[in-house]
């Protein structure tokens, strides 16, 4: 079993729906956990940063995180075209361990 | 790309080829990375630094060096280049301290492709 899964896509939604990424993983040990988005071509860009269980809320984003499911997710209200990019999860047990990234989720908002 | 900058931002090379990347911060952060990123594969990480002449190996090193020679500059070289490491590099920055998250802030990114 890999580490971090995370479903690939693409995922096409209609502009203005609620958006919901996700990443599962294995190690119990995560205790941070990370959404990055990327545009095509760009470099990853930090979007959410949670510590431990729970929901954390930014504009039109919310990132919650299920321990005991080891289930964390990204919801975005809303959505824009501009919302259309790459999302990565990523995750590490304590703040000096390595940063272990999820493959990405490719999504498309439709005009 | 929190000052950041990496060069050359695109590079066609052949087999056998010495390489040298570059990443350039302006923040002053004591870590820095390389990384890959390959279709199926995600972001993997290659080397890292934690300060002027500390480097330590990532996940996929093999084929790879690292060189810090100063805070602000992180090199990659690739001695002898393969087909393999066609890739997109990205070289990441972070700041280990007790009031920061220590997140990871990334470059825009090299391709490279070795014929």
């Known amino acids: 079993q890999k580490e971090v899964e995370q479903d690939p896509g693409p995922l096409s939604v209609p502009e203005g729906a609620i958006v919901s990424l996700n990443c599962t993983y294995s190690?119990?040990?995560?205790?941070?956990f990370m959404w990055y988005r990327q545009y095509s071509r760009k470099g990853p860009e930090l979007l959410m940063y949670?510590?431990?269980?729970g929901n954390k809320e930014d504009g039109r984003f919310t990132a919650q995180v299920d321990k005991s499911s080891k289930y964390i997710s990204l919801f975005i209200r809303d959505s824009q075209p501009s919302d259309s990019a790459t999302y990565l999860c990523?995750?590490?047990?304590?703040?000096?361990?390595?940063?272990?990234f999820g493959k990405g989720t490719r999504l498309h908002i439709l005009p | 790309d929190a000052g950041i900058t990496q060069s050359p931002r695109h590079k066609v090379t052949e087999t056998g080829t010495p390489v040298t990347l570059r990443c350039h911060q302006t923040?002053?952060?004591?870590?820095m990375y390389w990384y890959r990123q390959d279709p199926g594969h995600g972001l993997r990480l290659i080397h890292y630094?934690?300060?002027?002449?500390?480097?330590d190996k990532g996940e996929v090193s093999d084929g790879y060096s690292v060189s810090r020679s100063k805070t602000e500059d992180f090199l990659l070289t690739l001695e002898s280049a393969t087909s393999s490491q066609t890739s997109v590099y990205f070289c990441?920055?972070?700041?280990?301290?007790?009031?920061?998250?220590?997140?990871?802030?990334f470059g825009p990114g090299t391709r490279l492709t070795v014929l």
């Open positions: 990441a920055i972070s700041e280990r301290d007790t009031t920061s998250t220590d997140t990871q802030y």
């Open positions: 190690n119990s040990a995560f205790q941070y």
């Open positions: 949670t510590y431990s269980s």
């Open positions: 990523a995750m590490r047990p304590n703040r000096d361990d390595k940063i272990i």
């Open positions: 923040e002053n952060h004591r870590y």
């Open positions: 630094s934690y300060g002027v002449k500390d480097t």
